[in-house]
């Protein structure tokens, strides 16, 4: 079946530290999205690329950088420079013919 | 800049009791409409979406939404609540295909909870 797959489930890191989130999906979209959910706030928006080798950044992309080297994959990699990164990480992607988001189960990233 | 308000944070209906979840969204155009649920710790399913026509639009999982322009609003009903509706409820707006690179902003969501 197709979908997104975001790796992992449950994600630790130590403050200082680099960590990158894995998203893959297997619809053949063109379009790839990570939002960052906190309680009472929603979704925001981190980054997003319509094509491959091409993004922009969303309303919150400071401390957070992305790559879009192949269409399957759009990993989101939270730098030391995010002040706080504790946060549940959602990606999705868009097909463009059939509007609307497919999303990924998450990945919640804790800073211990 | 398009918003969405869903002014709602918390709603505690009866099970078999009818549901109306409320949105009310700022777009400078003919928005694309949105609504989506949420299990906790789980990612996003859409529930139903509104492009253009008929503006009462049908849903899975027994939902429905409707489309009224002059009020700005895009409110999801159901006629009789089911104790797994139980969720987490977000109502969304784009802009369409080519527009704001189809970027989609959510409101801050409504936790519903379903009394037995």
């Known amino acids: 079946d197709g979908g997104i797959t975001q790796s992992p489930k449950y994600l630790f890191r130590k403050e200082g530290q680099n960590v990158t989130l894995s998203c893959e999906q297997n619809?053949?979209?063109?379009?790839m999205y990570w939002y960052r959910q906190d309680p009472g706030q929603g979704l925001r928006l981190i980054y997003y690329?319509?094509?491959?080798?091409?993004?922009q950044k969303g309303d919150i992309a400071e401390g957070y950088s992305v790559s879009r080297e192949k269409k399957e994959s759009f990993p989101l990699t939270v730098t030391s420079a995010q002040k706080n990164p504790t946060a549940f990480y959602l990606c999705?992607?868009?097909?463009?013919?059939?509007?609307?988001?497919?999303f990924g189960s998450g990945t919640r990233l804790t800073v211990v | 800049a398009q918003s969405v308000t869903q002014p709602d944070i918390h709603i505690t209906v009866s099970e078999g009791a009818s549901l109306e979840l409320r949105c009310n969204y700022s777009y400078g155009a003919t928005p694309y409409l949105f609504w989506y649920v949420q299990s906790p710790g789980q990612g996003l399913q859409l529930l139903l979406k509104y492009f253009s026509g008929d503006t009462l639009v049908q849903g899975i999982k027994g939902f429905e939404a409707e489309f009224k322009r002059s009020q700005s609003s895009f409110n999801l009903r159901k006629p009789s609540v089911h104790w797994s509706d139980a969720a987490e409820y977000f109502c969304a707006v784009g802009g369409g295909l080519t527009g704001g690179g189809n970027k989609l902003t959510f409101g801050t969501g409504t936790q519903l909870k379903v009394e037995l």
């Open positions: 999705a992607s868009n097909g463009g013919r059939n509007y609307g988001y497919t």
């Open positions: 690329s319509q094509i491959v080798n091409d993004f």
């Open positions: 619809l053949n979209h063109d379009a």
